[in-house]
């Protein structure tokens, strides 16, 4: 039926802005726990030079999010937004901080300004991703359904709070991978080994968290965790594990190329397998697919729209971000080789 193509769409969605927009917040992170200007001076000038080509861009697919579920599906768009308008309000203000403070801190001259926004930047890298992981979470209890007031306890609960860091972890495992990958496209060994390492600590955090989460869930969002571990849910969760290890693996033999693609599919394939693990509803277990949905003809349109955006919107980012990865859209100048081959700043060379 249309409306399941449609819901289909909504998780691929889902999947992709998890996966682009993750990276980006996963560096945000990086970025926050990098040390003071001397300590973290390294690391923060790959970021800079990692994200600024594409940052921006991987906002399309929450708006492509965003207009497919008040469009596709309203019923679900006001149930979510009346029951969760406090961590969704929360992670629109973190949104819009975050991109002011990367914006901001590079024209900044004084250092202490550009503390403040750096600052801004780097903590809205946590906020965003975690108030969207407890919205999800919240929804996955049961706790929300049409026709439910705001009320803390619908996100203030044990599955939102594990969904919550379960998410910033997953955004600093692929913003570390990526940063591994840029590390060696830019010639700067000693950050390679620094974000490899980065990446092998966050997928242990991922692994303990994943443990603790099907502890919590277990009677706390029970249909959702039944899901998870059995069917169709836990073969995509098992090819997600597999995928992660092998980014691990292809991380330490320097392939960092092939770890971006595995890394990738381990946080798409979980966000799918969740998605599976709580059909047909959309919010478990009082709103159905087909209970959300709009009018058949609004989906017939929605449809069309979506396979013409698809087609003129597609191809340019497929070419955007293959360009970024092959670093022809950030070159850099003298000043920064002599710097990535030297380790220091080129000022005092």
Known sequence: MIEDVVAWVLLAAVAAYACAGGADYGAGFWDLVAGGPDRGKRPRWLIDHAMEPVW??????????????????????????????????????????RGA?????????????????????????????????????????????????????????GTSVIAGLLTIAATAFLGAVFLTADARRFDAADLVGYF?????????VIAVLAVIGLAVTHDDARYVHDGLTSGIGLAL???????????AGLLYRTATGWARITAVGSVAL?????????????????????????ASTTLRWLML?????????????????????????????????????????????
């Open 56 to 97: 921006e861009t991987n906002n399309v697919w929450l708006i492509f999010v965003l207009v497919i579920m008040w469009t596709g599906f309203p019923v679900l768009f006001q149930t979510v937004f009346t029951a969760m308008w406090l961590p969704l309000a929360l992670a629109a203000v973190g949104l819009v901080l």
């Open 237 to 247: 969760a098992l090819v997600a594990v597999v995928s992660a290890l092998a980014t």
């Open 196 to 204: 490899r390492l980065r990446a092998w600590c966050s997928l242990g």
């Open 101 to 157: 403070g990367y914006a901001l801190r590079k024209p900044t001259r004084r250092l202490a300004r550009r503390r403040v926004v750096g600052a801004v930047f780097a903590v809205s890298s946590l906020l965003t991703p975690f108030f969207l992981g407890a919205a999800v979470g919240g929804l996955a209890t049961g706790r929300v359904a049409p026709g439910t007031t705001a009320s803390a306890d619908a996100w203030a609960n």
């Open 270 to 294: 979980v966000v799918v397998a969740w998605g599976l693990a709580q059909r047909p509803y959309l919010v478990p277990t009082s709103l159905t697919v087909s209970e959300a949905a709009g």
């Open 305 to 349: 729209v979506t396979v013409i955006a698809v087609v003129l919107v597609g191809p340019p980012l497929v070419l955007l971000y293959r360009l970024d990865t092959r670093g022809a859209l950030q070159p850099l100048t003298d000043a920064d080789l002599r710097q990535t081959a030297s380790g220091r700043d080129p000022e005092n060379l």
